[in-house]
């Protein structure tokens, strides 16, 4: 063909010819050097609906109409947005780990139940399940007196684009939202994650926006957030046994604004992590000390204001401030996946981190950290709530990462702590607002496979020299150990093990949905440190089972029941239940511990340099 058309245009053969040649795809020989798997010439996608495909019902009227009935109800994930999340297109060399990758990140979406891509000859083959998206989330609430803590309407999916449309009302102790949120992944069009979140607290109101473009798999180079939120709401200080109250609680404001960039050099596998940010953070408590409440019976919608001895127990972490922080980090991340079935959901399919991570972050703040009033934000030395301007807070934190798996064994660790420290000309010497978490997690499946799951979970969690409101509880959801109350045995320092035997069983059902058993035993200790109202509680354990459902089938959302009793005190006199969404220990939740984080001086945008924000 080069030669036909040099003939036709003899004036410009060379020019013609050479064009040709750079425009003209390789020769064979050339094509098998640079994609030694050869070149991807079609790809097909099959994006199924929850259950079967058309024309393929099962066995059985109930199921039929189950199956029936759940598939017209939901919004099939678009084919098109599957093929956007991919990371290959016809054209491309046939890269096994690019492959594969797709269908991981395909499977974090949680409107996707399954995801796998094949080579078949020149073609790919990507098949995905959806996940049931449209959510009626009712939680009943059954400590003091029968109730309910949630209601909740969401579509994971709106329309099939991976678009979250929710409304909801949460009550738990003295928090009460209600409000609504939207979030896309493909914010017009683009890998860019939108969010925003709006509605009313207990106390005033709540807003929350974010853009991300995160860190695509483990291909994905830079990363960028941007993020803002207020939030007027109560601080819930848990009362030891034997107080008039169960709680004391302190009205803040809380007001965030972070911007981060991240990069990550290297090769998948191995990367070097870089990255910097700018936040912006106001914790004002224009109420104290005249808002401080106490509650009566776990009732918040029932309070008395607080006497002095209380107030006076609040005031060493009542530090209001306002500043901007800079903030660099580094690290290394040496990261790879196994996918493991059974672990935290029933059934259903996770993919488990397994390697190292090492990341640290150090900021400082920038100017003079005023407030509006004109007074400095920090640590008085005269006990006034001031700090000499002359001051900068320096801040640092430090994580770790490592995970390993065998053919029937998962393990998942993470350590993390921050500190910062005043300096200045005469500043206080020694570190303030100590952090410290650490989570270890053990998966055992004797078969290799669902059927039983021995699962050994370790966990802690401690803050020292505090200047914001901290303080921990032994008691589930929050410290871990069922059978005792979540007000139960406030401290300072906590550790808690998890020990539990999850049986997945077969039933004649097993094609609707997923049922499990759990039976657990929890032992924990917390530690009264120097936080308000803070007990030491010695060793406490208690023991019980539950329920897990999981629907459709292969779903990593999993709601339990569980009945614990102690193992001491009143015995089954003090029975506990605790219902939920996902399991008390699980991967899935992710690593941090959620009271810990609600004192974290810097926002959660550093997750990003990690790789968690991506997808």
């Not at 596998?269 to 019976?297: C, I, K, M, Q, Y």
């Not at 021995?454 to 150990?481: D, E, H, K, R, Y």
Request: charged fraction near 25%; include cysteine; hydrophobic fraction near 40%.
């Amino acid at each position: 063909m080069t030669r036909a058309l040099a003939r036709r245009f003899p004036a410009g053969a060379p020019a013609l010819a050479v064009l040709l040649a750079v425009a003209a795809p390789p020769p064979l020989g050339a094509q098998s050097e640079t994609c030694p798997n050869g070149t991807i010439r079609k790809v097909v996608v099959d994006n199924r609906s929850i259950y079967y495909a058309d024309g393929d019902a099962p066995e059985g009227r109930l199921r039929r109409l189950v199956h029936t009935v759940a598939n017209r109800l939901h919004q099939r994930t678009r084919e098109g947005f599957v093929r956007s999340e991919l990371l290959f297109k016809p054209g491309d060399c046939r890269d096994p780990f690019l492959i594969s990758e797709s269908a991981r990140i395909l499977r974090s979406y949680p409107f996707i139940v399954e995801a796998e891509a094949r080579a078949e000859g020149d073609s790919v083959v990507v098949e995905t399940q959806d996940e049931w998206t449209l959510k009626m989330n009712v939680l009943p609430k059954l400590r003091g007196g029968f109730g309910f803590s949630r209601a909740e309407l969401a579509e994971e999916s709106v329309g099939g684009t991976g678009t979250r449309l929710s409304f909801f009302w949460r009550e738990q102790d003295e928090q009460r939202d209600v409000g609504g949120e939207v979030r896309t992944p493909r914010l017009v069009g683009t890998r860019m994650d939108g969010r925003l979140s709006v509605g009313r607290t207990r106390t005033g109101t709540f807003f929350e926006e974010s853009l991300a473009y995160p860190f695509v798999g483990e291909v994905g180079r830079f990363a960028f957030l941007e993020s803002y939120s207020q939030r007027e709401s109560l601080f819930p200080y848990a009362a030891p046994e034997g107080s008039s109250f169960t709680h004391a609680s302190l009205p803040m404001k809380t007001r965030r604004a972070a911007v981060t960039l991240a990069a990550r050099l290297g090769e998948p596998g191995d990367f070097t992590v870089l990255g910097a940010g700018v936040s912006w953070r106001e914790v004002s408590f224009a109420d104290f000390p005249g808002g401080v409440e106490v509650v009566p019976d776990l009732d918040f919608g029932v309070r008395a204001p607080a006497d002095s001895a209380t107030i006076e127990a609040m005031r060493p972490q009542v530090v209001p401030r306002r500043g901007t922080r800079a903030v660099l980090m580094a690290g290394t991340r040496r990261v790879g996946f196994v996918a493991r079935r059974g672990l935290d959901a029933v059934r259903g399919r996770q993919d488990v981190r397994t390697g190292t991570q090492l990341l640290l972050a150090v900021g400082t703040t920038l100017g003079k950290p005023f407030l509006r009033d004109g007074q400095t934000a920090g640590v008085d030395r005269d006990g006034g709530g001031g700090l000499d301007d002359a001051y900068r807070e320096l801040h640092s934190r430090l994580s770790f990462f490592a995970g390993a798996a065998g053919d029937t064994w998962v393990f998942n660790s993470e350590f993390a702590a921050e500190a910062a420290r005043l300096v200045g000309d005469g500043a206080p010497s020694g570190f303030r607002d100590i952090l410290g978490e650490m989570e270890a997690h053990f998966y055992w499946q004797p078969t290799g496979g669902p059927g039983h799951t021995l699962v050994a979970n370790i966990s802690g969690a401690g803050g020292w020299n505090q200047s914001l409101p901290f303080q921990l509880t032994l008691g589930s959801p929050g410290g871990g150990m069922r059978g005792i109350d979540q007000e139960q045995y406030p401290a300072g320092r906590r550790l808690v093990l998890n020990l539990e035997d999850r049986i997945a069983l077969d039933g004649p059902f097993a094609d609707v949905f997923d049922l499990g058993l759990a039976v657990f035993l929890d032992a924990g200790a917390g530690w009264k440190g120097a936080v308000p109202f803070g007990v030491d509680s010695g060793l406490r354990a208690s023991a019980g089972a539950g329920i897990r459902l999981g629907f459709p089938p292969g779903t990593r959302n999993v709601y339990g029941m569980d009945v614990a009793v102690p193992l001491s005190g009143g015995g089954l006199r003090d029975i506990r239940f605790h219902v939920g969404v996902s399991q008390t220990a699980s991967l899935l939740a992710g690593f941090g511990d959620r009271q810990t984080r609600r004192s974290r001086l810097v926002a959660a945008s550093d997750a990003i340099f990690g790789g968690r924000l991506g997808r």
